[in-house]
């Protein structure tokens, strides 16, 4: 039988290359996270999930002291409950998908596969990481609220409510809309906390990633040096 030539590729096998432009792309955006201090992704997500919880909570908060709940039109009503339950159900959904196929967590493969931390960076303070996580994730709460309230008002004119009637009620209707969204995204934080979180525990590594990066399913992170052992990290 002919011996297959080792330099020619087997039928039906393509070798992909990256195109030029979206290496020099990604070799861009990797020599920028390098000039970034490097923050444990575990200790950040804990610090945007506490600043949610507050967050929502003030919202909420704001939406019941305002008092004009209870005077909701039936329209009205079901406007809020479509965007109060809707996107918190999809973000629940998604984490329980995760959660029942372990094999498929991206997060276990980006985490085992992250390289070392570059030599010359070196970790941030926890008390800088959690102060501006904190800020960072406080000012993406309030400020979703014009943005919710005119999504709102939008839904509201779709399902045919007069346009002199839609602001009645509409920032109170909006205000505990971000709120519900806010502990909502705030429990899902927490539990990529804790899935990264188990996975250090497992390897004996810690996972560190540029600041305002944590929880993002994309190749960000980096892995210090521990044990790695045969067995693979429970999620």
Request: a positive charge; proline letters at 10%.
């Amino acid at each position: 039988m002919d011996q297959q030539d080792p330099n020619v590729p087997l039928a039906g096998v393509g070798i992909v290359q990256p195109a030029p432009r979206s290496a020099r792309a990604r070799a861009r955006r990797e020599a920028r996270l390098r000039r970034r201090p490097l923050v444990r992704a575990d200790r950040e997500l804990r610090a945007v999930a506490f600043a949610w919880v507050a967050t929502g909570v003030v919202c909420v908060v704001a939406a019941v002291v305002l008092g004009s709940l209870g005077h909701l039109s039936p329209l009205e009503f079901i406007a809020t409950g479509f965007a109060l339950f809707l996107p918190p159900l999809a973000t629940a959904g998604a984490l329980l998908l995760g959660r029942r196929t372990p094999r498929g967590m991206l997060y276990r493969v980006l985490l085992d596969r992250a390289p070392a931390p570059p030599p010359e960076i070196r970790p941030e303070p926890p008390r800088r990481t959690a102060a501006r996580a904190a800020v960072a994730a406080a000012c993406l709460g309030f400020g979703m609220l014009p943005f919710i309230a005119a999504g709102m008002g939008f839904e509201l004119a779709v399902m045919g409510k007069a346009l002199d009637e839609i602001p009645n009620h509409l920032i109170e209707a909006a205000s505990l809309v971000d709120g519900v969204w806010l502990l909502s995204c705030a429990a899902a934080a927490g539990w990529v906390g804790r899935w990264i979180g188990r996975w250090e525990e497992e390897r004996g590594q810690d996972a560190l990633c540029p600041p305002l990066h944590s929880g993002m399913l994309s190749p960000v992170y980096f892995a210090t040096g521990g044990r790695r052992p045969a067995g693979p990290a429970a999620f």
